[in-house]
């Protein structure tokens, strides 16, 4: 796996069953990552420094997943100019709904790409970071390309065999 280029940040780790989502969706593309748990409320000064350094380090793209207030990706995106991809976590009473609408509610001027609650959300993170990495890198352009093209031949394969249950095919 090559340099890490996507920090991927989550509160606790008991997020780390849906954020491996996105650390997966990264693997699967070639793309190197590294992983920490740090919490914007109870480390806000690790949380700060995490993503303070990162382009330093050669971060392209941050993945913050949170729940309830949800201020992780907020509070990244307000110590870096990386971009700062937040994928809100059901982890309360409210099944993730104060998690997104934090993460989507920020001022302007603290972007934070807000994606779809839980393990869709946190593989699309993932997605989406690969993607911004790919500007930059024929390579992994070409990689991210290729997963599109066999999403799609998969999509074509299933239609194929219900075509065929159908006695259309």
Do not use: F, Y
Request: glycine residues 12%; charged residues 25%; aromatic residues 0%.
């Amino acid at each position: 796996m090559s340099d890490p280029r996507v920090l991927i940040l989550m509160g606790s780790d008991s997020d780390w069953e849906v954020m491996s989502e996105a650390k997966k969706a990264l693997d699967d593309l070639g793309i190197g990552s590294e992983v920490h748990v740090s919490s914007a409320h109870r480390t806000p000064e690790r949380t700060g420094r995490l993503a303070r350094e990162a382009a330093g380090r050669g971060i392209q793209v941050i993945v913050c997943g949170a729940g309830a207030a949800a201020h992780l990706a907020g509070v990244c995106a307000a110590e870096t100019e990386l971009p700062v991809l937040g994928v809100p976590l059901a982890s309360s009473d409210l099944q993730g709904l104060d998690a997104l609408l934090a993460t989507a509610q920020m001022p302007a001027g603290v972007p934070v790409g807000t994606l779809a609650i839980g393990k869709a959300g946190a593989r699309n993170a993932g997605l989406l970071a690969a993607r911004i990495v790919a500007r930059g890198d024929a390579q992994v352009a070409d990689r991210v390309r290729a997963q599109r093209r066999k999403m799609a031949q998969e999509v074509e394969a299933k239609d194929a065999a219900l075509q065929g249950k159908l006695g259309k095919g």
